[in-house]
């Protein structure tokens, strides 16, 4: 499949910021900005502000995912989400295995696997977070963690539910410091990855896959990122708080096909 097929996807990770008022104020600032945009664009806010994002964003083209989900349908795990209740309120995707996730809460591949079936199960559009840490990037061990870490996300995984599944490249070295991989450097890291899927899951799953970077992706230096063959959008952390900035790389990841 050539790129060009494939629609590109801008999502926003808001982290833990934006009450309801600054959630329906920034929606409001970004509706007429993305209107015409030609790709997808997803908004991840934190949980409490999930349901107003979703009342201030019908109607428009953005859709509302979450930043993490339980594994469990329901149960006893204090202070948990399940993927189900996000589906059932109007959630569209959610972010799984966030380094942050991994880095604060001791977040394992294996259990960002069962999110992954539980998320799939649910109906919802998985983005599958990979990426190495600075100590692993200076070991030059970046192909063998990111590999294994997309091998034990998706193990087991049906044919057909790759459908419903995004991974995002984010080098955790990358994110937040203001540092980018160079366009270089991310596409042939998505490159690993795709090749890694095709492994698994065969030729065209791998070609349909589509493959976000992220890590200070912004204005500037998104032209370089998404013009690579392997890199199919961003998830965009930073620059997705500010509407000027995160309105200039979704028009520019939608004219980029
Ligand atoms: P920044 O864009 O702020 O580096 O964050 C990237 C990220 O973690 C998105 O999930």
Not at 112 to 119: F, N, P, R
Not at 154 to 160: M, V
Request: aromatic fraction near 6%; glycine fraction near 8%.
């Amino acid at each position: 499949m050539n790129k060009s097929n494939k629609r590109a996807i801008i999502v926003g990770n808001w982290k833990m910021n934006n009450n309801r008022a600054q959630t329906e104020s920034l929606i409001k600032s970004l509706r007429p900005l993305v209107k015409n945009a030609n790709c997808d664009v997803v908004i991840c806010p934190p949980f409490t502000s999930i349901e107003t994002a979703i009342s201030k964003a019908a109607g428009s083209n953005m859709q509302i995912g979450a930043q993490n989900c339980h594994f469990a349908r329901s149960g006893a795990y204090t202070g948990e989400i399940s993927a189900y209740m996000l589906k059932e309120i109007g959630v569209s995707h959610v972010i799984l295995g966030h380094s942050e996730r991994r880095q604060y809460f001791a977040e394992k591949s294996s259990t960002v696997h069962l999110k992954l079936l539980s998320a799939l199960d649910a109906g919802l559009t998985a983005i599958v977070c990979v990426g190495e840490t600075l100590k692993q990037h200076e070991n030059k061990t970046t192909t063998e963690i990111v590999s294994i870490q997309t091998k034990v996300a998706l193990k087991g995984l049906r044919i057909e539910q790759m459908k419903n599944v995004i991974i995002a490249y984010e080098p955790v070295w990358a994110i937040g410091t203001g540092k980018t991989a160079t366009s270089n450097q991310a596409a042939q890291v998505c490159g690993t990855i795709r090749k890694t899927v095709e492994q698994i899951f065969g030729s065209s799953a791998s070609q349909a896959l589509r493959i976000l970077y992220g890590g200070s992706m912004n204005p500037t230096n998104c032209e370089c990122l998404l013009s690579k063959d392997d890199i199919d959008g961003g998830l965009i952390g930073g620059a997705s708080l500010r509407p000027a900035d995160f309105s200039s790389i979704i028009n520019f990841a939608g004219k980029n096909r």
